[in-house]
């Protein structure tokens, strides 16, 4: 019975440890949902839209400066790089405390894209950068992360439609 038991049980063990190995390989990374402050005081919605497959907020105004903070998760992966694509005719962007990331993180900035890469080893980084409409429309930012995942890449599309202020309200002075 003893010589039955070691083997079977070296057995059950290279099985589950076969099992253990690659166990996020197949888990693909995620971008967190956005969160979004209007002029650094109020939050703005952020609704699914399940006809379009993405995500679309609140209505902003022109000349709002929206403090946008996104989370990219590899997942128990390596995250390896990122983008974050934008409509320069429609509002500006500014990738804010990317000098406190150091050498984790190398930007490359280009009209209409935000890309970066990421050193070995980071499983997660947090980006929060300046969204400040100035056009009337429905803009579109674009999130694109990519890990050592065999699912990579993943990506989060969020319409953001821009209107002007409207006027105050006149007051009669009698």
Do not use: H, W
């Not at 000098?99 to 890469?117: I, N, Q, R």
Request: hydrophobic share 40%; proline share 5%.
């Amino acid at each position: 019975m003893k010589k039955l038991v070691l083997p079977l049980f070296s057995l059950l063990m290279a099985l589950l440890t076969s099992c253990l190995n690659g166990k996020y390989e197949t888990t693909p990374s995620v971008i967190v949902d956005p969160v979004i402050l209007v002029n650094e005081t109020d939050t703005i919605g952020i609704i699914f839209n399940a006809q379009e497959s993405k995500y679309s907020t609140d209505t902003m105004f022109i000349g709002d400066t929206l403090l946008i903070s996104v989370a990219f998760d590899a997942v128990g992966n390596n995250l390896t790089a990122g983008q974050i694509k934008y409509q320069s005719e429609y509002a500006d962007l500014n990738v804010l405390d990317v000098d406190k990331l150091g050498d984790v993180f190398t930007p490359t900035v280009a009209t209409d894209s935000y890309s970066f890469t990421i050193a070995t080893g980071y499983r997660g980084v947090v980006l929060q950068f300046q969204y400040v409409p100035k056009k009337v429309g429905k803009a579109q930012l674009d999130f694109v992360v990519q890990s050592d995942s065999e699912y990579s890449p993943s990506s989060l599309t969020l319409l953001t439609p821009i209107t002007e202020r409207p006027a105050a309200p006149e007051t009669s002075e009698e």
